[in-house]
């Protein structure tokens, strides 16, 4: 039966993109050897890390001054290597889920940081807009997508953080919705993210960095730390995770034969409008996040508390109708579809008449 992936990260990859990526394994554009066998150093390898850096740069309209760098790690290496690289005396955060608060943990290790509001009390399902940005930070940081409460920064509140910046820079986690729309980069100083949710396999980590932020901390970094070694080094200052990096080079491919930001977000925005429509319209299933700021990526929902104890039984008849990776977070419960860019309207479709098909038989 036809698997559909609904997983949170790792997660769905473009069918043409896994393909592409085993051929590599076994072929790699045929030079006749394995991508796992080749040296980095190879001639090879050398195109795959420039097309990456510049189909992110040209998919993303990166303007210039910004570098792109892939890295290890993952996102929450970026909690503290960012710190590292650019907090001197203060940094303000927003605290929209465990991921955000993860990052502020990591902060306060290297000076001041500050929560400048929180919806921990409700627990994560909204995103808090009566703040003050302090004008003395070294940056303010956001992350705009919650994979874990399905909640997002809407383009008009991020207009919002835009316009009460002031001087302060701008950087944002943007793991789990980096490339499902258009996004103003001028904006931000740097955009982090693992790519294993929207982009790659496990393993690498984008960077998108302003140069002219970097160098400016008094403390001593740890080569391996420096932005700056990774932007010298051309990403590849030590073996970088080759293999993640040419699966991205496939799905940034694949998204510009797509059409680009614009034709994905408009994907995007039909597959969520079509669950979320699902969901406010069943009498069994009701979301979790407020209306206003959620997710297109990620859509947490529950059973009604007069539903609560179908809940084994559901994730057993979405499973047997071959809906993966449904069941929820444990910080939230219930079930939790991400629909990132490479799910399609189809996929959608077909877990909205599993969940209809369910409701016929139990409400
Ligand atoms: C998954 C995720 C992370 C953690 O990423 P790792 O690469 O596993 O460190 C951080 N932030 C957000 C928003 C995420 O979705």
């Known amino acids: 039966m036809k698997q559909y992936n609904f997983n949170a990260g790792p997660s769905i990859l473009?069918?043409?993109?896994?393909?592409?990526?085993?051929?590599?394994?076994?072929?790699?554009?045929?030079h006749g050897l394995s991508i796992l066998e080749i040296s980095h150093r190879a001639k090879y390898f050398q195109p795959v890390m420039d097309e990456a850096e510049a189909l992110m740069k040209e998919l993303l309209n990166i303007p210039d001054g910004y570098r792109v760098i892939f890295l290890g790690g993952g996102a929450s290496l970026q909690f503290c290597m960012l710190p590292y690289n650019l907090l001197e005396h203060k940094a303000a955060y927003l605290n929209t889920g465990v991921w955000a608060k993860k990052a502020l943990k990591e902060a306060k290790a290297f000076g001041e940081a500050v929560e400048v509001a929180s919806s921990a009390d409700a627990n994560y399902t909204f995103i808090p807009t009566d703040y003050e940005i302090p004008q003395d930070a070294d940056y303010f940081h956001v992350t705009t997508n919650n994979t874990i409460y399905g909640t997002e920064l809407s383009d008009e509140k991020l207009q919002q953080i835009y316009d009460k910046l002031g001087k302060v820079t701008l950087v944002a986690d943007m793991s789990s919705d980096i490339l499902s729309r258009p996004i103003d980069v001028s904006k931000y100083g740097i955009i982090y993210g693992g790519a294993q949710k929207n982009l790659a396999p496990a393993g690498v980590t984008f960077v998108i960095v302003r140069e002219d932020l970097l160098g400016?901390?008094?403390?001593?970094?740890?080569?391996?730390?420096?932005?700056?070694?990774?932007?010298?080094?051309?990403?590849?200052?030590?073996?970088?995770?080759?293999?993640?990096?040419?699966?991205?080079?496939?799905?940034?491919?694949?998204?510009?034969n797509l059409g680009g930001l614009e034709a994905i977000e408009k994907r995007n925005i039909a597959k969520a409008e079509?669950?979320?429509?699902?969901?406010?319209?069943?009498?069994?299933?009701?979301?979790?996040?407020?209306?206003?700021?959620?997710?297109?990526?990620?859509?947490?929902?529950?059973?009604?508390?007069?539903?609560?104890?179908?809940?084994?039984?559901?994730?057993k008849f979405a499973a047997d109708h071959g809906m993966?990776?449904?069941?929820?977070?444990?910080?939230?419960?219930?079930?939790?579809?991400?629909?990132?860019n490479a799910m399609d309207l189809e996929g959608v479709q077909a877990l909205v008449d599993c969940m209809k098909e369910f409701e016929a038989l139990h409400a």
């Open 14 to 30: 473009p069918q043409e993109v896994i393909k592409q990526t085993a051929d590599a394994v076994i072929d790699f554009e045929g």
């Open 216 to 256: 400016k901390v008094s403390r001593h970094i740890p080569t391996m730390l420096d932005y700056r070694t990774h932007i010298e080094g051309g990403s590849m200052f030590n073996t970088p995770p080759v293999l993640p990096v040419y699966t991205a080079v496939l799905t940034l491919r694949w998204l510009k």
């Open 274 to 315: 079509l669950l979320y429509k699902a969901i406010d319209e069943s009498k069994m299933f009701v979301g979790t996040a407020k209306k206003e700021d959620r997710s297109r990526m990620n859509v947490p929902f529950v059973l009604k508390e007069e539903y609560k104890e179908l809940e084994a039984e559901f994730l």
């Open 324 to 340: 993966v990776g449904v069941k929820g977070h444990r910080s939230v419960g219930g079930f939790r579809a991400s629909i990132y």
